[in-house]
């Protein structure tokens, strides 16, 4: 059993690590060719496809692997005819109605609220593209449920790969607009889900007569509760892309997205390969050795964490806007204000997975409700630090989101499971990182590139060499790993 979680892991995070490059790739290419302001546009357009394709879905992608065990064993109510019919009729049917009630409401809506006159048009064409996201999660859940990793892995792959070669190659040899990006998004994900549709589901018995309004209804229940959570943490991450189009505008809008992506970037290369390791880790401890050594592997788990963490917001903060100009070509970089703000909210929010160990073992149900009101927080704190201090006011209003949501996971997880935050280790932390930073901030070599590769290397060096004469524990660790 050990093993087989450890072989779908590695090939999540393989899968993960290839599409964070895809990433990087295609941010140089979308920030250069496209102007600020359209760039701000695909950013709003993007994050509004994800939270309106979210309805689609109505939680059901959660049911897909919750019913899949109990359906094909034959010992539940419904059989797997039962089963993959009312999968492929009911989301595809919730995908169809929310995707042509979107369109009805792009439609009644006037043009004046959307602060761009190109938006309502972007969101018609667009609007394809909910029902092609609902596609895709019924298709991933199913493989997910049949615990065929390694093609929900090639799948991920070859979805992001293909729409970037197909956006370098409208950009570069067709138009560089962004209809052309949507066309290239859309020509790649709809062939991508089109053939994976026909080998996933070929021999699956799907009929109007399978369909069970039963099997459906219970779907439904068990689904939308935690499509609420998804919902809600959609707000919280990315609601602010509105309250700017509409108090700023595009072009604002985009200095914000790209620096945010930029930070986002890194997030995805240490936050959530963290989470994906350490939740099974302590759930199984949990499980099997009980609270006290659960409690001690996520406070030392903790610890590791502030270590790294402290220094990746200083080396960020200090590169960043060499980064971001360097990759953009220059025309973001008035964004560079927000990195600082940015890049410390989502440390933060990646302390969340140890400081709130405990509810994500006992009381997953909380997170929605401690979700919602960081998202609330940071709408109304958006509202009223926009308009003073532009997109810097957002970033502000996001750190403090993120860390007023942590604090209140933490809070509530102690109940469950204390964890001892190290003060004083993280105040060492703190005051290393900003010697590094500071220190670092006195390298120039000549060019922004050599510049940023001296500062890279001399921080890692500087910090380590810190933490090995003022930190015991680390000390400690390492000697242990030299010996072994």
């Not at 052309?180 to 549709?197: E, H």
Request: hydrophobic share 55%; charged share 10%.
């Amino acid at each position: 059993m050990l093993r087989n979680l450890l072989v779908h892991v590695s090939r999540y995070s393989l899968a993960g690590l290839a599409g964070t490059f895809a990433g990087l790739i295609s941010f140089p290419i979308l920030t250069r060719m496209l102007s600020v302001g359209d760039y701000g546009l695909l950013s709003l357009i993007i994050t509004t496809i994800y939270f309106i394709s979210a309805f689609g879905k109505a939680g059901l992608q959660f049911s897909i692997v919750r019913y899949y065990a109990e359906a094909v064993s034959g010992k539940g109510p419904w059989s797997l005819d039962n089963y993959y019919s009312t999968i492929v009729i009911g989301m595809l049917g919730t995908g169809t109605l929310v995707t042509l009630l979107w369109l009805f409401f792009v439609f009644i809506l006037p043009e004046s609220i959307w602060n761009e006159p190109r938006l309502r048009g972007l969101f018609i064409i667009t609007a394809i593209l909910v029902l092609v996201e609902v596609a895709i999660s019924m298709i991933s859940g199913i493989l997910q449920a049949r615990q065929l990793s390694g093609w929900l892995s090639i799948f991920r792959v070859a979805e992001r790969y293909s729409i970037l070669m197909l956006i370098v190659f409208i950009l570069y040899f067709v138009s560089q607009s962004l209809e052309g990006v949507f066309f290239a998004r859309m020509t790649a994900q709809i062939s991508i889900i089109s053939v994976l549709a026909y080998f996933v589901l070929r021999n699956a018995p799907i009929s109007l007569q399978a369909f069970s309004p039963s099997m459906m209804k219970d779907m439904l229940i068990y689904g939308i509760p935690l499509l609420g959570n998804e919902l809600v943490y959609t707000i919280l991450s990315l609601g602010d892309r509105y309250i700017i189009q509409w108090q700023l505008g595009s072009e604002p809008l985009g200095e914000y997205a790209a620096a945010y992506n930029l930070c986002e970037y890194v997030k995805m290369m240490l936050v959530i390969s963290l989470f994906q390791a350490i939740r099974p880790m302590y759930f199984k401890l949990w499980a099997e050795k009980g609270k006290a050594e659960t409690q001690v592997f996520v406070e030392k788990s903790l610890y590791f964490y502030l270590l790294i963490c402290f220094p990746v917001v200083a080396g960020v903060s200090l590169i960043g806007p060499a980064l971001l100009t360097l990759l953009t070509s220059g025309k973001y970089s008035e964004g560079a204000v927000v990195i600082p703000y940015i890049i410390a909210g989502l440390m933060v929010y990646g302390a969340h997975s140890m400081l709130g160990a405990g509810i994500m073992i006992k009381k997953s149900s909380v997170l929605v409700w401690i979700t919602l009101a960081a998202a609330i927080v940071n709408i109304v704190l958006n509202f009223i630090l926009i308009p003073y201090f532009g997109i810097e006011g957002a970033a502000i209003a996001t750190l403090l989101a993120y860390l007023l949501m942590t604090v209140l996971e933490a809070s509530y997880s102690q109940k469950i499971l204390p964890v001892l935050f190290p003060v004083m280790a993280s105040v060492k932390f703190i005051t290393l990182s900003l010697i590094m930073y500071f220190l670092l901030k006195q390298i120039n070599v000549g060019g922004i590139l050599t510049t940023m590769l001296v500062q890279i290397l001399a921080g890692g060096i500087l910090y380590t060499v810190m933490i090995l004469i003022t930190d015991k524990r680390s000390r400690k660790i390492i000697m242990e790993r030299i010996r072994y």
